[in-house]
């Protein structure tokens, strides 16, 4: 079985227990607006541009057997839709100011580059873990993965949106140890807004896992986007939400970063943040005490 | 911190590095009163000479006291040694680009009408090329072949002598050892006169130890009757009573234990002005003498660490001279080794109080020296050991270096030295192995350039720097090998001979080591250097290990055999007569080539089919070394190369199939190209860890870290996982460098300097100078805030 693979990081130790190997998996559900990896979006392979990298040597133009690619008052310019993801143009150009994003793999060559750091893994209590984009958008194949790395005594962790079809959810979760999963807004309309989607699936879903599986550890992830989720009242009510799921669960608050911005640019999509600065360090604090005041455990990375 | 190291370090900071030739003078004007006597008496007469006449100072607030050179900062010249350091640099040295050093008209004038005169022709290289078989001499200076005393890099004692036995015992009952050893030499016997004039030596050299204390208190006692300040005076007398007892007699507390380990690492350095002179495990020696202190309410803890910080702020106060070409080097490295940690005698935890109360010094006083290693057993030393070293690394001072006592000890008895001995290594200047007071040396007698011998078989034994052929086989012309096994088999004829030419250079090197310069101070606490009244740079010593054949560029090697395999035999995108252009050009007008090569894979991601080429090259070179004897005894045994030799060894190297460009450092031990490790730090010790160890001597690995790992107590605790791991992959050594927010805008300035810098950013592990300036300010604004 084969899978779309963003890249493959070893050593986080962000991402669940111990030091972890995480698989970045291409495709995602929702759209949120202040998504910092917009590489991990759509499940289909990329071209990336680093205009800050390219020298304008035009080596690149020679070599696109598609013509894709265009020098425009002195801006190199690649047409998208004429290119067909060949990579030429790739291999030619000297700066690394071109790139591919999105790799097939087989879950054996996953389990492969996954397997390299046991040594670390028995050392920590760490293992792997399925992020990306998001695991849900591929399922039988993240599920695969999973169920590999727990034959192999691999301990397991999700990232995921929760949104889709239970049934996909469960496939996965049937292999998993550790489960992050994102709550970005409580108001259904608001995350329709930003993310693309209503958030109806997704709380369903959570109330789901909360009764299926009781013993599992749960990170709920809440992004604080400044103007966007940042407010009391969706804290409180996520807050409040969380709290009545049981002690499984604890709240990690993401404070909002502008880390991926170039990448926007890089796959030639607009970034609609542009002006929007990271919350106070202060604000994360008060909106921490403010979650542990309705009993629920909060952590910060 | 405390107020008096506060000063001292303040006049570190102040005092400008200059030249003293107050050794030279006297140790010429001795020997040009001693023609005709033997060297060991000569040289023992210079020291004692020097102990009575040096100009000695006590500095305000100080209590530990002593320095080898007539003021702070200032390097001694060993005129025997290298003389021509002031000869070629005498009117520039106070210019240089880094490492500069102050020198007096007077000076100058004394040097070239008195001391240079004599030593004409008489330093160690002198000796080396007037008598080196005509192609050892190419090699070295071709730099094929690195000579370890020689003119290019720093010069090394790499001994660690037993200063725990001085100052248990003290110098007096060391001198009655030696002279009941002199009254029961039978003088018929062949051979014992030698042993007699030794020993003799020796006496004169304890002679100078002890004086030279006693001068000591004396200017303490005057210093103390014109004080005016009542608690300073009481300080004075204090130190002058501890200089009239120690180190001539046993320490009786652990003040008296510091100083006389002071006094003893200054006569070394008066001896030789040399790097690595090695205390070793301290918090094991001194521990008895800080606990009896402790218990018996004589010493506060508090106490305790402001004499440690005391002692350790007089590491960074010793210079040696370093000549020209130690400026690629930068920084004025000491090497003066001291090591916390490991296991006691019954194969107990070594970790006591002394250990934190030591890490506790380094944090505060942020100093390059001592050199701070941490001997950690992943059996029996306690995670709070690398807790406490974490918050240690993460100041980002280079310390510690982590060393696995494991390994440490498996080396060691590899060598056939029992456990009881073994436990208890310590590390030798910047990364080897020896024994307190147990092993001799030289240790380091020649190295191998690896960087050279690919050069050389690409260019058909052709030295690129200079166009001449050098002295080497010529295994043929690249273009005709048909096979990546007829390019091999090319590499491995030249390696082999370029070991077996280091060996030679090793012979020599330690010949002219035994008959020119024996360490007579060193000696006298070896205990089996006096009971076979011979010097430990001449067999004297319990274990007379074989001087290691040690080798710089093991990732350019590596990286450039698996470029060559991929892209010209594998996946045939370029032709032979293509890359030799291109290296021949040194990539330039080529750079489509050398992307390519940097594309290859590289050493230090954990990819399977390098690890194969790599162990199979390795295992290869160790075999080859092994092959050949040491002076004492022993096999030779193929090593890693110790720190900075790598920046001088690639200045003598041309282009690389690895995509290296000409003349730039070569990889540093066993760690990857710089640049070149894009898979993190775990992948970087798999590969490490795949080196060979067992025969793969003692090879040293540097890694960046990122601050932020020091954040949160999830990254400290995945460190302490991280280094358990470390252990469990049996690599010897580890040191980490972590990028400061300083550094970081230093790379937005300088981008050239660092392109190696890596930063993780929002899962990604990318290259520093390659992000966006917006982007680069957004981590520094994150790295300041996560440190403080
Ligand atoms: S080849 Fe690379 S550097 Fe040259 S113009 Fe194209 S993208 Fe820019
Ligand atoms: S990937 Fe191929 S088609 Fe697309 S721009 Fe590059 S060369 Fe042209």
């Given at each position: 079985?084969?899978?779309?693979?963003?890249?493959?990081?070893?050593?986080?130790?962000?991402?669940?227990?111990?030091?972890?190997?995480?698989?970045?998996?291409?495709?995602?559900?929702?759209?949120?607006?202040?998504?910092?990896?917009?590489?991990?979006?759509?499940?289909?392979?990329?071209?990336?541009?680093?205009?800050?990298?390219?020298?304008?040597?035009?080596?690149?133009?020679?070599?696109?057997?598609?013509?894709?690619?265009?020098?425009?008052?002195?801006?190199?310019?690649?047409?998208?839709?004429?290119c067909t993801l060949c990579g030429k143009c790739v291999e030619k150009c000297l700066s690394g100011a071109r790139k591919i994003v999105g790799k097939e793999m087989t879950v054996e060559d996953v389990l492969k580059e996954v397997e390299k750091d046991m040594v670390f893994y028995s050392s920590s209590g760490g293992g792997v873990t399925l992020s990306g984009g998001d695991p849900i958008s591929q399922p039988e194949f993240s599920a695969a993965i999973l169920k590999m790395c727990r034959e192999r005594g691999i301990n397991t962790c999700i990232e995921t949106s929760a949104y889709g079809d239970w049934g996909s959810l469960a496939k996965m979760l049937a292999y998993t140890d550790f489960l992050y999963v994102d709550i970005k807004h409580i108001d259904p309309l608001k995350h329709k807004k930003f993310t693309g989607k209503s958030n109806r699936k997704i709380l369903k879903n959570i109330e789901n896992i909360s009764k299926s599986y009781p013993d599992m550890p749960v990170v709920v992830r809440v992004p604080v986007v400044p103007g966007y989720t940042d407010d009391m009242e969706n804290i409180r009510a996520i807050a409040l939400f969380v709290s009545g799921l049981g002690k499984n669960f604890k709240i990690e608050l993401l404070p909002y970063h502008r880390l991926g911005i170039h990448r926007y640019e890089a796959l030639s999509r607009p970034y609609l943040l542009r002006d929007l600065m990271p919350p106070p360090h202060e604000h994360i604090k008060t909106l921490k005490r403010f979650i542990e005041s309705y009993g629920v455990k909060v952590i910060m990375s | 911190m405390f107020p008096r190291i506060e000063l001292a370090i303040k006049r570190l900071r102040e005092t400008k590095p200059s030249v003293c030739l107050e050794k030279a003078k006297i140790m010429t004007e001795v020997f040009m009163q001693t023609e005709g006597e033997p060297l060991v008496i000569r040289r023992a007469k210079a020291f004692r000479e020097i102990c009575r006449r040096k100009t000695i100072f006590i500095n305000d607030g100080e209590l530990i006291v002593g320095h080898p050179a007539s003021k702070v900062n200032a390097a001694a010249l060993d005129p025997d040694v290298k003389y021509w350091v002031l000869s070629e640099e005498l009117d520039t040295i106070h210019l240089r680009d880094t490492d500069q050093f102050l020198i007096t008209n007077e000076q100058k004038k004394l040097f070239k009408e008195f001391i240079e005169p004599y030593w004409r022709d008489k330093s160690f290289w002198d000796t080396?090329?007037?008598?080196?078989?005509?192609?050892?001499?190419?090699?070295?200076?071709?730099?094929?072949?690195?000579?370890?005393?020689?003119?290019?890099?720093?010069?090394?004692?790499?001994?660690?002598?037993?200063?725990?036995?001085?100052?248990?015992?003290?110098?007096?009952?060391?001198?009655?050892?030696?002279?009941?050893?002199?009254?029961?030499?039978?003088?018929?016997?062949?051979?014992?006169?030698?042993?007699?004039?030794?020993?003799?030596?020796?006496?004169?050299?304890?002679?100078?130890?002890?004086?030279?204390?006693?001068?000591?208190?004396?200017?303490?006692?005057?210093?103390?009757?014109?004080?005016?300040?009542?608690?300073?005076?009481?300080?004075?007398?204090?130190?002058?009573?501890?200089?009239?007892?120690?180190?001539?007699?046993?320490?009786?507390?652990?003040?008296?234990?510091?100083?006389?380990?002071?006094?003893?690492?200054?006569?070394l350095q008066i001896d030789y002005n040399d790097s690595s002179n090695n205390p070793g495990r301290v918090d094991q020696y001194l521990y008895p003498y800080y606990k009896r202190d402790i218990e018996e309410g004589r010493l506060t803890k508090e106490q305790a660490l402001e004499l440690i910080e005391c002692l350790f702020v007089k590491f960074n106060e010793i210079m040696y001279l370093s000549d020209k070409a130690y400026k690629i080097v930068a920084g004025r490295a000491r090497f003066q080794s001291i090591n916390v940690g490991g296991i006691t005698k019954n194969g107990g935890d070594g970790v006591n109080e002394l250990t934190y109360l030591m890490i506790e010094a380094m944090k505060e006083l942020k100093l390059p020296e001592p050199h701070f290693g941490i001997k950690y057993n992943k059996r029996r030393n306690p995670d709070l050991l690398l807790i406490k070293a974490a918050e240690l690394v993460m100041l980002g001072t280079g310390h510690p270096q982590f060393f696995n006592d494991e390994a440490g000890i498996k080396y060691l008895m590899g060598w056939g030295i029992p456990f009881e001995d073994a436990y208890n290594w310590s590390v030798n200047s910047c990364k080897d192995l020896t024994l307190m007071g147990k092993i001799g040396g030289p240790r380091i007698p020649a190295s191998i350039n690896l960087g050279s011998a690919v050069e050389l078989v690409l260019t058909n034994g052709m030295l690129r720097k200079t166009g001449s052929r050098l002295p080497v086989p010529q295994t043929g012309d690249p273009r005709n090998f048909k096979t990546f096994e007829d390019f091999k088999k090319a590499l491995k004829r030249q390696l082999a001979y370029l070991i077996k030419k280091a060996a030679e250079l090793a012979n020599m090197v330690e010949t002219i080591q035994e008959e020119k310069y024996p360490y007579l101070v060193a000696s006298l606490s070896f205990e089996d250097c006096i009971e076979n009244a011979r010097d430990c740079m001449a067999g004297g010593a319990k274990y007379n290990i074989a001087g290691e054949i040690s080798s710089v560029g093991h990732a350019d090697l590596i990286n450039s055999v698996i470029a060559v395999k991929k892209l010209i035999y594998d996946e045939k995108r370029i032709t032979w007569e293509q890359l030799l252009e291109a290296l021949d050009k040194n990539f330039e007008g080529y750079e489509d080539i050398q992307a390519l090569c940097l594309t290859a894979p590289k050493y230090g991601n954990d990819v399977p089919e390098i690890d194969e080429i790599a162990a199979d090259v390795i295992q290869f070179l160790c075999q080859e070394t092994k092959k050949y004897s040491g002076r004492y005894g022993g096999k030779r045994v193929f090593a890693g190369a110790a720190a900075a030799v790598h920046i001088y060894a690639g200045s003598c190297v041309g282009a690389l199939p690895s995509g290296r460009k000409a003349w730039t450092p070569l990889s540093d031990g066993i760690s990857p190209m710089q640049g070149t490790d894009v898979n993190g730090p775990t992948a970087v010790l798999k590969d490490a860890s795949k080196c060979c160890l067992d025969v793969f001597y003692a090879p040293l690995l540097n890694m960046k870290l990122d601050p932020s790992l020091f954040r949160s107590e999830k990254g400290i605790q995945s460190f302490v996982s991280f280094m358990k791991a470390w252990a469990d992959l049996g690599i010897y050594h580890i040191q980490f460098n972590v990028v400061s927010p300083e550094v970081l805008r230093e790379a937005q300035v300088r981008p050239e300097k660092y392109r190696d810098l890596m930063v993780r950013v929002s899962g990604y592990c990318t290259y520093f100078v390659d992000l966006p300036k917006e982007i680069q300010d957004e981590i520094i604004s994150r790295t300041t805030h996560r440190l403080s």
């Open positions: 079985m084969k899978g779309l693979i963003l890249n493959i990081e070893r050593f986080s130790i962000h991402d669940g227990p111990g030091i972890r190997t995480v698989v970045f998996l291409k495709g995602c559900p929702l759209r949120c607006i202040w998504c910092s990896t917009p590489d991990g979006q759509n499940m289909f392979p990329e071209l990336e541009y680093f205009s800050h990298k390219c020298i304008k040597c035009g080596r690149c133009i020679d070599a696109c057997p598609k013509k894709a690619i265009v020098k425009l008052n002195d801006e190199i310019v690649t047409l998208r839709y004429e | 080396f090329i007037s008598c080196a078989p005509e192609d050892l001499r190419q090699l070295v200076e071709a730099g094929v072949l690195i000579l370890t005393n020689g003119r290019e890099t720093p010069n090394h004692g790499l001994l660690a002598p037993n200063y725990e036995l001085i100052i248990r015992e003290g110098v007096n009952s060391v001198r009655e050892r030696i002279e009941r050893k002199l009254a029961s030499l039978d003088l018929s016997i062949p051979g014992n006169y030698e042993k007699w004039v030794y020993l003799k030596a020796l006496l004169i050299v304890c002679e100078g130890i002890v004086e030279l204390a006693k001068r000591y208190a004396l200017l303490a006692r005057e210093k103390a009757e014109v004080e005016k300040d009542p608690q300073r005076r009481e300080e004075l007398e204090k130190i002058a009573e501890i200089c009239a007892h120690v180190p001539a007699n046993p320490a009786r507390n652990f003040w008296e234990a510091l100083q006389s380990l002071w006094f003893y690492h200054v006569c």
